[in-house]
């Protein structure tokens, strides 16, 4: 299975707008149901849920970033792209993709994360 790999990543102003992308191939197994994830870690914590898009199109949101972040998907580029408008200092972090299976763990796999950096 190919790694995730994600890009986009840069240093802005709060207030303004980055777009993630992440080329995620589907996930070669039986009964796999792909989904496809944003996470965000800060040095020394735990990696945070940003939002997720299923294979069906259903889509969840943290609470911290509804009304600001949008995920969507390219099939044809078998790409995930995370819109996050009205940049906050708070949003920066390190961004991840993940692809994974809803039924099993068993398949998921980790980009290698994308810096973004918002400054006040």
């Known amino acids: 299975q190919e790694q995730p790999v994600e890009s986009g990543g840069g240093s802005v102003q709060a207030g303004e707008s980055l777009r993630l992308s992440c080329i995620a191939t589907?996930?070669?197994?039986?009964?796999?149901?792909?989904?496809v994830s944003w996470y965000r870690q800060d040095p020394g914590k735990s990696r945070v849920f940003v939002a997720n898009i299923d294979q069906d199109g259903r889509i969840v949101y943290a609470d911290s970033v509804k009304g600001r972040f949008t995920i969507s998907r390219d099939i044809a580029k078998n790409t995930v792209y995370l819109q996050m408008n009205s940049l906050k200092p708070d949003d920066t972090s390190m961004y991840y993709c993940?692809?994974?299976?809803?039924?099993?763990?068993?398949?998921?796999?980790w980009g290698q994360g994308t810096q973004v950096t918002v400054s006040s």
């Open positions: 589907t996930i070669t197994a039986s009964y796999c149901t792909l989904r």
């Open positions: 993940k692809k994974g299976c809803l039924q099993t763990p068993k398949y998921d796999q």
